[in-house]
């Protein structure tokens, strides 16, 4: 009888260690109706060195950013997720991307949008944690040949890259019954040829474009 209580005891205590465990789920794409439709530009042939972020008047909510290239369309053109537990984890994170966490696009009418809201896991990173950070990341993936930011990076100057600001989700990962939260912060950004200079740098922008919402 004192065992089977024990081993009783002992596997309720496994599932709960479990389930602090478990990797917090999130929604993510580009396109939450009546919320949030962001679209992503291609490099802008006038200056394709330069970056930018931020939403179009035709953007949803609307914003003042203006961009020069065409939307991006198609398989051709990669989109990812990074998450971490802080803005500067997501700016060293530059391999692979999150569970269930890379995308393409849509045609047509839909170009410059994720083809799908995909249910993804945060890699390391429980359910119920709040305050999760996150990235997008876009790329010509050279007929699916990169499949990484890394590569993006080491093809420096040859292959179309950029990345949106970085944003704060905003609830908890999803976990039981914690519905997990949808990437609605994000906003529209466009691809360079030149790839940001490093990481560090990107993410500095990114943070102080959070700060500042933040103090709003």
Known sequence: MKFTIALAALLFGSVSVGNLLAQGQFRWGNNFTGVTRVPVYGVDPA??????????ANGLPMGTQVYGGPLLSGTGYTIAIYVGLTPSEVMIN?????????????????????????????????????????????????????????????????????????YVFGGPLGFQTITPPDTTQIRSFQLTMVPEPSLIALGALGLGALLLRRRK
Request: aromatic share 6%.
């Open 47 to 56: 200056a394709p060195g330069v970056p930018r972020t931020g939403n179009t």
């Open 94 to 166: 530059n391999s692979t991307p999150t569970t269930n966490g890379v995308g393409t696009f849509r045609t047509g009418a839909g170009a410059g949008i994720t083809a799908a809201n995909l249910l993804s896991e945060a890699p390391n990173i429980a359910g119920g944690t709040p305050n999760v950070a996150y990235q997008f990341r876009a790329w010509d993936n050279a007929g699916g040949t990169v499949t990484s930011w890394a590569q993006v990076m080491a093809r420096g100057g040859t292959l179309a890259g950029g990345s949106s600001d970085i």
